[in-house]
């Protein structure tokens, strides 16, 4: 058997990771500024990470949500204390698809309407209603096409109020910081009317910060940013610094009943407790300022680059858009200097790197980067 060929593939094969260094099968060394899409938010085998999950793998593993978790509770004390929803109710999942699935089921129930508002650009995951209110058609099959999700251009509060006053819409759905898209940013003016716009039509706010959340921005959520609150807030990515978790907050107004939401491996022990170890550390290593700090760092040394057309982005969610003769850049980066970036078509390369990246490694990218730009360019 095969695998279901899918995924272009570099011929790259890490096999060990320590902070934001990779080695590969052959020993060769990396630096990881990509996380594995912002996955890895605490570091690559960070010691108290290990340690808690080889602890709790020897106790147990897994069990069924049909029995007592303390560590569910836990996890959503310490994650309501820490994101500061705390008065909000925590749904636990495997991803970030997931948990805009069961978001999206959660305002349609409580509002018992069916349509949704999503934005232009965005990608809010590939499972059924989370591709239908992601804006790419191909990678929406047939099977997803609705007439249920429409969708508005971004910081454009006229064009929302015109679809919302149609009527017979659950939510809105935005992410904190548009990802996939090249990293682009609801303006604070837009955010905060589109509060206003829900309320005023009975809808559902719902923040996706699944990319943009967890610390990355230099606040816990991007929207905090504003001083906006969300009605639901979905999260995944860095929550479990690669062990598969996703979660949903949900207002107190949103009331839960038995059946209503269900999840077989989602919430379960292992999954817990990475999320626990990466709260512990994001916390005791004030990772979160330093994602403001280098991420101010990598703003102002970008400055007037003359390789860029616009750098984008907060803290350590960050878009490099080229000009059109550096197209090619991010494959050089990697394959002469060993610096695992990503990218949002050929145009963008996003900086994603896990929160603990240092002032030292920042500057070594930059220090390449230049290297690599002050030649005439290369494609």
């Not at 320590?18 to 080695?23: G, M, V, Y």
Request: proline share 3%.
């Amino acid at each position: 058997m095969n695998l279901f060929d899918v995924y272009p593939l570099w011929d790259i094969e890490p096999v060990k990771g320590l902070d934001t260094t990779l080695w590969d099968k052959d020993g060769v060394e990396y630096t990881d500024l990509y996380g594995g899409h912002a996955v890895i938010s605490v570091g690559h085998c960070h010691p108290h990470y290990v340690k808690m999950l080889s602890d709790q793998l020897g106790k147990l593993g897994f069990y069924s949500n049909a029995v007592q978790n303390s560590l569910q509770r836990d996890l959503a004390a310490r994650l309501g204390k820490v994101c500061g929803y705390d008065d909000y109710s925590l749904f636990l999942c495997n991803s970030g698809a997931e948990a805009n699935e069961n978001a999206l089921k959660v305002a349609s129930f409580h509002t018992g309407k069916a349509k949704v508002l999503a934005f232009r650009k965005a990608f809010h995951g590939r499972t059924s209603g989370a591709v239908a209110a992601t804006d790419n058609p191909k990678i929406q099959a047939p099977f997803n096409a609705t007439q249920n999700i429409v969708f508005a251009p971004l910081n454009d509060l006229e064009a929302v109020d015109m679809e919302l006053s149609r009527g017979g819409f659950a939510a809105v759905i935005i992410e904190g910081i548009q990802g996939v898209a090249g990293i682009y940013e609801p303006t604070e003016e837009f955010i905060n009317g589109l509060r206003l716009l829900c309320d005023k039509y009975g809808c559902i706010l719902i923040i996706d910060e699944i990319q943009s959340g967890y610390g990355r921005t230099g606040r816990f959520f991007a929207h905090q940013h504003y001083g906006v609150r969300a009605d639901i807030v979905t999260m995944a990515k860095g929550m479990g610094n690669g062990f598969p978790i996703g979660g949903v907050l949900i207002s107190p107004s949103i009331k839960a009943s038995y059946g209503m939401l269900g999840t077989t491996f989602g919430g379960n022990h292992l999954a817990c407790t990475a999320a626990l170890a990466v709260l512990d550390i994001i916390e005791n290593e004030n990772l979160i300022e330093n994602a403001a700090k280098i991420g101010t760092y990598f703003e102002n040394a970008f400055k007037d680059d003359k390789a860029l057309k616009e750098y984008r982005g907060k803290g350590l969610i960050i878009g490099l858009e080229l000009k059109d003769e550096y197209v090619g850049l991010r494959n050089r980066l990697l394959f002469e200097k060993h610096f695992f970036t990503g990218a949002a078509g050929a145009q963008v390369i996003r900086l994603l790197p896990s929160l603990t990246v240092s002032q030292e490694t920042a500057e070594s990218f930059v220090k390449a980067w230049k290297e690599l730009t002050e030649l005439s360019p290369r494609t």
